[in-house]
């Protein structure tokens, strides 16, 4: 069902809100905001155990970092304050540990009142292991009890359960999840509602939520393999993969960039219910007058993190100062690798160039105040930093890496694109801006230009267009799940015109209804140079013939090309890499087409 033009509750879940927070919370909560402007009220949803979230949320309001229009949703708090709408019937008790002798171990006391309790952490003196934890309200009722423990065949056992304020279980669950997803279905699960779930690590346990009338939506805001992996056939990330693993209970997935979507949509499918919509960018008005701008300034803002790669900017500075020139790096954020980044700078006698600030909500005013920005991510979904430099005219010298920073910056015109890794690049970069001021001020310009354009942008009314489709699809789903297979070749045959026949073996039947080809992609560009289908087809054996022809346009000069298995269900595709299994030995051919074998790569002698 479409959306009310003039009524939306709008939820954006995450895990936590803290004081302080990085660019997803940033982002998450700005969004609400956005939300809260066009419907007059708009929700982030949390999950942690947070009795100070109250006091939190007043700090962020005062800061102008929430919007006093939207609310702040507790699992904990509301379960204290509101309650839980009752199960019908309350599920059994599948866990009952024998507690003997328990002791009062933490106890966490709600803020300003130390004679209140807000939980105690009990430990069974007699079983190791077993332990309870009790909510309870300022009244002093308890709301809710965690009781984790064995079962009597040893397994690990946990059972939440609900009270009211007569002391009455009003509902039970044996996860953490499923609490999380009921009491999520009593905030959201209606029609006028939408759901985007921002942190990685609340949507991994939300898999198993079943909505009837709003969609599930997902946003990615950052990449989805691991960090140097192929986007067609590399290693997950971490944090993505059990997301893009339990993709077909997800009603959507939202990326930042149309690059990012393509490039998941080569390798998964699905395309229909992938969309885009980027960051919103909040007002970037400063408080009072402008900071005077300073040419040999510069700037490197976000979490002191490996992915962030601060140290690349750092040996910039090194470079620059080497070549005579007098920059001052400012570095806004903080994170683990601080301590390793003032090592580098002592190392690289840059200490006096290079001023940490830790993390600051004066960001605009630091942007203002330097000519460029230095942004030597390794990766990113979308670099909202790089809009919030170019809104105060700071010009952003940054790698050219995937997904975000060529959607925001027009090389020589709003910034400078470089090759990751090119120092030398950067700072010849870096080195024109410091040295030419008309340059400088004409692409600071642009800068300005190119953010007040996009801030223009009705990101809600794109979210709201996402959200009918998705519950259109949702309402009229044929989707079907493609099964977890494997596939490698068991055979090469020469024919006689030049061409192969490739045998191909898959483990795990797919269905006969599911679309098999062999596809040739050019390495570099991965664009597709021949599409197969299959000439022979028996159980798990798949056989693909090439023609001489299809094989000269597949091997263009200069450029590798690659071979995969691409699967295609309803609108799920999978693409697999085609090799042999392990061999102790490798069949090749010299550059005088004669047959060789080699031991496999990383073999060890014996």
Same mark, same amino acid.
């Given at each position: 069902?479409?959306?009310?033009?003039?009524?939306?509750?709008?939820?954006?879940?995450?895990?936590?809100?803290?004081?302080?927070?990085?660019?997803?919370?940033?982002?998450?909560?700005?969004?609400?905001?956005?939300?809260?402007?066009?419907?007059?009220?708009?929700?982030?949803?949390?999950?942690?155990?947070?009795?100070?979230?109250?006091?939190?949320?007043?700090?962020?309001?005062?800061?102008?970092?929430?919007?006093?229009?939207?609310?702040?949703?507790?699992?904990?708090?509301?379960?204290?304050?509101?309650?839980?709408?009752?199960?019908?019937?309350?599920?059994?008790?599948?866990?009952?540990?024998?507690?003997?002798?328990?002791?009062?171990?933490?106890?966490?006391?709600?803020?300003?009142?130390?004679?209140?309790?807000?939980?105690?952490?009990?430990?069974?003196?007699?079983?190791?292991?077993?332990?309870?934890?009790?909510?309870?309200?300022?009244?002093?009722?308890?709301?809710?009890?965690?009781?984790?423990?064995?079962?009597?065949?040893? /397994?690990?056992?946990?059972?939440?359960?609900?009270?009211?304020? !007569?002391?009455?279980?009003?509902?039970?669950?044996?996860?953490?999840?499923?609490?999380?997803?009921?009491?999520?279905?009593?905030?959201?699960?209606?029609?006028?509602?939408?759901?985007?779930?921002?942190? /990685?690590?609340?949507?991994?346990?939300?898999?198993?939520?079943?909505?009837?009338k709003v969609p599930k939506l997902y946003a990615f805001h950052s990449i989805h393999v691991?960090?140097?992996?192929?986007? !067609?056939?590399?290693?997950?990330?971490?944090?993505?993969?059990?997301?893009?693993?339990?993709?077909?209970?997800?009603?959507?997935?939202?990326?930042?960039?149309?690059?990012?979507?393509?490039?998941?949509?080569?390798?998964?499918?699905?395309?229909?219910?992938?969309?885009?919509?980027?960051?919103?960018?909040?007002?970037?008005?400063?408080?009072?007058?402008?900071?005077?701008?300073?040419?040999?300034?510069l700037i490197a803002a976000g979490s002191l993190t490996a992915n962030k790669n601060v140290?690349?900017?750092?040996?910039?500075?090194?470079?620059?100062?080497?070549?005579?020139?007098?920059?001052?790096?400012?570095?806004?954020?903080?994170?683990?690798?601080?301590?390793?980044?003032?090592?580098?700078?002592?190392?690289?006698?840059?200490?006096?160039?290079?001023?940490?600030?830790?993390?600051?909500?004066?960001?605009?005013?630091?942007?203002?105040?330097?000519?460029?920005?230095?942004?030597?991510?390794?990766?990113?979904?979308?670099?909202?930093?790089?809009?919030?430099?170019?809104?105060?005219?700071?010009?952003?010298?940054?790698?050219?890496?995937?997904?975000?920073?060529?959607?925001?910056?027009?090389?020589?015109?709003?910034?400078?694109?470089?090759?990751?890794?090119?120092?030398?690049?950067?700072?010849?970069?870096?080195?024109?801006?410091?040295?030419?001021?008309?340059?400088?001020?004409?692409?600071?310009?642009?800068?300005?230009?190119?953010?007040?354009?996009?801030?223009?942008?009705?990101?809600?009314?794109?979210?709201?267009?996402?959200?009918?489709?998705?519950?259109?699809?949702?309402?009229?789903?044929?989707?079907?799940?493609?099964?977890?297979?494997?596939?490698?070749?068991?055979?090469?045959?020469?024919?006689?015109?030049?061409?192969?026949?490739?045998?191909?073996?898959?483990?795990?039947?797919?269905?006969?209804?599911?679309?098999?080809?062999?596809?040739?992609?050019?390495?570099?560009?991965?664009?597709?140079?021949?599409?197969?289908?299959?000439?022979?087809?028996?159980?798990?054996?798949?056989?693909?013939?090439?023609?001489?022809?299809?094989?000269?346009?597949?091997?263009?000069?200069?450029?590798?090309s690659d071979v995969y298995l691409r699967c295609q269900l309803g609108g799920s595709v999978?693409?697999?890499?085609?090799?042999?299994?392990?061999?102790?030995?490798?069949?090749?051919?010299?550059?005088?087409?004669?047959?060789?074998?080699?031991?496999?790569?990383?073999?060890?002698?014996?």
């Open positions: 069902m479409a959306l009310s033009s003039e009524h939306l509750d709008a939820y954006m879940v995450t895990w936590k809100l803290e004081r302080e927070f990085g660019g997803m919370t940033t982002v998450c909560t700005q969004r609400a905001g956005l939300f809260a402007q066009r419907y007059g009220r708009a929700f982030v949803v949390t999950f942690n155990r947070a009795p100070d979230q109250p006091q939190i949320v007043d700090e962020l309001v005062g800061k102008g970092k929430l919007s006093p229009d939207v609310q702040v949703l507790n699992l904990y708090l509301d379960l204290a304050q509101r309650g839980l709408a009752p199960q019908e019937p309350v599920a059994v008790k599948k866990f009952d540990p024998a507690i003997t002798d328990l002791v009062l171990g933490e106890t966490v006391a709600y803020p300003g009142a130390p004679e209140r309790p807000f939980s105690q952490h009990f430990t069974d003196g007699q079983a190791a292991g077993t332990g309870q934890t009790r909510f309870l309200r300022k009244d002093g009722s308890t709301f809710l009890i965690d009781t984790k423990g064995f079962d009597p065949q040893g /397994k690990k056992r946990r059972c939440l359960e609900v009270l009211d304020t !007569e002391g009455a279980v009003i509902a039970r669950f044996n996860t953490a999840p499923a609490l999380y997803r009921y009491w999520l279905s009593s905030l959201a699960d209606h029609e006028n509602s939408l759901v985007v779930v921002d942190s /990685k690590y609340t949507a991994a346990l939300l898999d198993k939520w079943k909505t009837t691991a960090k140097g992996e192929p986007l !067609e056939t590399g290693q997950l990330s971490k944090p993505h993969a059990p997301i893009i693993q339990a993709r077909q209970q997800w009603d959507g997935f939202v990326f930042l960039t149309a690059a990012q979507r393509d490039a998941y949509v080569r390798r998964f499918g699905d395309a229909e219910r992938c969309f885009v919509i980027p960051n919103p960018l909040k007002s970037g008005t400063l408080p009072g007058p402008p900071p005077q701008r300073r040419s040999t300034h140290a690349a900017s750092i040996k910039v500075v090194a470079e620059l100062v080497r070549r005579g020139h007098h920059p001052v790096l400012h570095v806004v954020g903080q994170g683990a690798q601080r301590g390793k980044l003032e090592a580098l700078c002592q190392e690289l006698g840059v200490a006096d160039q290079v001023l940490f600030h830790g993390y600051s909500d004066r960001l605009p005013e630091f942007f203002a105040g330097c000519t460029a920005q230095l942004f030597t991510s390794a990766n990113e979904g979308q670099a909202l930093v790089l809009l919030e430099a170019q809104q105060q005219g700071c010009i952003p010298v940054s790698y050219d890496i995937n997904f975000g920073p060529a959607d925001s910056i027009r090389d020589g015109v709003n910034g400078f694109l470089v090759e990751p890794g090119d120092l030398q690049a950067m700072a010849d970069r870096v080195e024109q801006l410091i040295t030419d001021g008309q340059l400088a001020a004409k692409m600071s310009e642009h800068c300005r230009q190119f953010a007040r354009e996009y801030a223009a942008n009705d990101v809600i009314a794109r979210w709201l267009e996402t959200r009918n489709k998705a519950a259109a699809l949702k309402a009229h789903s044929t989707r079907e799940d493609m099964p977890d297979f494997s596939a490698r070749i068991t055979s090469l045959e020469f024919l006689k015109d030049d061409g192969l026949a490739l045998g191909v073996s898959v483990r795990e039947p797919l269905p006969r209804q599911a679309e098999i080809e062999l596809v040739i992609l050019d390495r570099d560009t991965k664009a597709q140079l021949q599409s197969i289908a299959s000439s022979a087809r028996q159980d798990g054996l798949l056989v693909f013939s090439l023609s001489a022809q299809m094989l000269q346009a597949a091997a263009r000069e200069g450029s590798p999978e693409l697999k890499r085609l090799g042999v299994k392990n061999s102790r030995t490798l069949p090749y051919f010299t550059s005088h087409n004669n047959l060789s074998f080699k031991p496999q790569t990383g073999q060890q002698k014996k």
